[in-house]
T-cell receptor
Framework: GQSLEQPSEVTAVEGAIVQINCTYQTSGFYGLSWYQQHDGGAPTFLSYNGLDGLEETGRFSSFLSRSDSYGYLLLQELQMKDSASYFCAVRDLGNQGGKLIFGQGTELSVKP | KAGVTQTPRYLIKTRGQQVTLSCSPISGHRSVSWYQQTPGQGLQFLFEYFSETQRNKGNFPGRFSGRQFSNSRSEMNVSTLELGDSALYLC??????????FGPGTRLTVT
């Protein structure tokens, strides 16, 4: 089957670094994406990893290891505004290009 | 560029009714996807359209349908509404399939 596993919640303090892991099981693979969603808001795209390695975008970095079916999102210099839910997603290859499957989300709480 | 827009933003319907939700993608984006979000089930993929053709479909009953027009605008329809259909329905557009840009969603309440 197709599934993604990520922790349900993570707590960290302002200024710290936090890593949110995501493991996936799919019938095919076409890259790992990360999205952020604040309460009451829509998900917003953060990053995409199509190949193994680290992608960095400002305070956020994302890593992928296809051999381990594993990726993570790294948030540095945490700020209160980073409190949100974070979703990993994979495009599972199917008959016509694959549907996007989301993990259940990790709720990040940043404390002062 | 203007973002993804969805109408209506809020909707209250009764069981058995049907509903049509609308989505206008970012200009130039030909792919439009629909998702259902509920507290218990998270973000569930409904379907994806590309150039007026349904490219992928999630595991939802046939009461859920959609279409895409030549201008890439998309609609989804839910017939014979059930209480369990209460959810936030999100539309997303993409130019490359990897980056999904979401609209604000339509909050549907079925009573």
């Amino acid at each position: 089957g197709q599934s993604l596993e990520q922790p349900s919640e993570v707590t960290a303090v302002e200024g710290a670094i936090v890593q949110i892991n995501c493991t996936y099981q799919t019938s095919g693979f076409y890259g790992l994406s990360w999205y952020q969603q604040h309460d009451g808001g829509a998900p917003t795209f953060l990053s995409y990893n199509g190949l193994d390695g680290l992608e960095e975008t400002g305070r956020f970095s994302s890593f992928l290891s296809r051999s381990d079916s594993y990726g993570y999102l790294l948030l540095q210099e945490l700020q209160m505004k980073d409190s949100a839910s974070y979703f990993c997603a994979v495009r599972d290859l199917g008959n016509q290009g694959g549907k996007l499957i989301f993990g259940q989300g990790t709720e990040l709480s940043v404390k002062p | 560029k203007a973002g993804v827009t969805q109408t209506p933003r809020y909707l209250i319907k009764t069981r058995g009714q049907q509903v049509t939700l609308s989505c206008s993608p970012i200009s130039g984006h030909r792919s439009v996807s629909w998702y259902q979000q509920t507290p218990g089930q998270g973000l569930q993929f409904l379907f994806e359209y590309f150039s007026e053709t349904q490219r992928n479909k999630g595991n939802f009953p046939g009461r859920f349908s959609g279409r895409q027009f030549s201008n890439s605008r998309s609609e989804m329809n839910v017939s014979t509404l059930e209480l369990g259909d209460s959810a936030l329905y999100l539309c997303a557009s993409s130019s490359n399939g990897h980056e999904q840009y979401f609209g604000p969603g339509t909050r549907l309440t079925v009573t």
